[in-house]
């Protein structure tokens, strides 16, 4: 059985590389060539940014991808604020097979420029060269290995089998390379990524198409999407990113950061749930409203969302002291400019959490004779991405 095991591990990789030649992504015109160079490009539309908020949110980011880690190496070889413009090294490892006795990868050398204005960020991702076997001293062009004319049969139907793995693998780094910036300045992945918890399902009435035709639904600066179509990963999104809840409306409102929650599926509604300490500011604020808002930042708002989590709306203006900018949706509920995803949820259910209801020994010894959270459960009536 053991044996059996072990040779099935073993063909993984190679049955994972079969699979993914015949992905339409990887074929014909999947690697771009400008004047004679291969080069990816891509446009990040930032609308509510200034350049300056652009160049520090991807200056951010760059200086945590391209460094040396594991094997990788990297740098951001030059960054001028004034002109926008960064330019980033990166060399790390491509892993083509990983078998119990033997190790398939090479090494990718590449380029990253970035023209900050503002609005928008210009990313481009060039100079890709290889080194195959690693001890090669011959470096292997892209413009030589992975474009159609070299890496397709003539039909351009099939990818060549002993290339196909640099191509596949090249596509897949580009790609996450776009969606790091794209996450940096708080823009949705043009391929959207499923969502780590509950699914979160849209009841037949509520389609793309109807929604977007509802006009009194808009928000300024920010596209209206289904909730089946929010993008990232929600516990990451919680876990590490964190949130604001803003309860209240009118002049009494206050935001809260908050990294407990998740979306599900219940009564045959979209849902977003949360929980509150009742030591919190926003507690009766939740208790005595109707709507209330869920919304989600880049690192470059870290500092505002610290300091929500650090101040009482009690004894300060909260929003003022956080450097936000209040905007109101079309049902009344707060929430913030800053933010890169608004979920506006209409309350539900709210229940405070039971300590005879927890069967976790050390949960329970943990939180025995303190103050339980409530955990509210909301419809989720608009989503809005910029």
């Not at 604020?81 to 078998?99: L, N, P, R, T, W």
Request: charged fraction near 25%; proline fraction near 5%; include cysteine.
């Amino acid at each position: 059985m053991m044996k059996r095991l072990l040779f099935i591990l073993c063909l993984l990789p190679a049955f994972a590389f079969a699979q993914e030649e015949t992905d339409i992504k990887y074929m014909a015109g999947a690697v771009p060539v400008v004047n004679g160079k291969v080069l990816f490009k891509k446009e990040i539309k930032a609308p509510n940014l200034s350049k300056d908020q652009i160049f520090d949110a991807v200056q951010a980011w760059a200086n945590t991808r391209f460094k040396t880690d594991k094997g990788n190496w990297g740098q951001v070889a030059y960054s001028n604020k004034e002109e926008g413009q960064i330019a980033c090294y990166g060399s790390e490892h491509m892993v083509f097979a990983d078998k119990t006795f033997s190790l398939d990868r090479a090494k990718v050398n590449y380029r990253v420029n970035f023209i900050c204005t503002p609005g928008k960020c210009d990313m481009e991702i060039t100079n890709i060269h290889y080194i195959y076997p690693e001890d090669s001293k011959d470096r292997l062009p892209a413009e030589d290995w992975i474009t159609d004319e070299q890496a397709m049969n003539k039909d351009q139907t099939k990818l060549i089998k002993r290339i196909a793995k640099f191509r596949i693998k090249t596509v897949d780094m580009v790609e996450s390379l776009f969606e790091g910036a794209e996450k940096s300045l708080g823009v949705q992945p043009s391929a959207p990524q499923a969502i780590a918890a509950a699914p979160v399902v849209t009841p037949p009435a509520q389609t793309v198409e109807n929604i977007a035709a509802t006009s009194g639904d808009a928000l300024q600066g920010y596209k209206r999407i289904a909730p089946d179509k929010i993008p990232g990963n929600i516990i990451k999104m919680l876990s590490e990113e964190w949130m604001l809840i803003t309860g209240g409306n009118g002049e009494k409102y206050n935001p809260m950061t908050a990294s407990w929650g998740g979306l599900g599926y219940l009564y045959n509604k979209p849902v977003a749930f949360c929980f509150i300490s009742p030591a919190r500011y926003t507690y009766d604020l939740m208790d005595n409203g109707e709507t209330y808002t869920l919304t989600f930042y880049t690192e470059t708002y870290r500092e505002a969302l610290n300091y929500c989590g650090h101040n009482s709306g009690k004894d300060a203006d909260k929003v003022k002291g956080a450097g936000l900018t209040t905007i109101t949706t079309p049902s009344g509920s707060k929430a913030f400019s800053e933010a890169w995803m608004i979920i506006e949820c209409r309350k539900m259910i709210s229940q405070t959490i039971n300590i005879d209801g927890i069967s976790d020994p050390q949960l329970k010894k943990q939180w025995a004779g303190k103050a339980m959270h409530k955990m509210f459960i909301g419809e989720i009536l608009n989503v809005w991405v910029k």
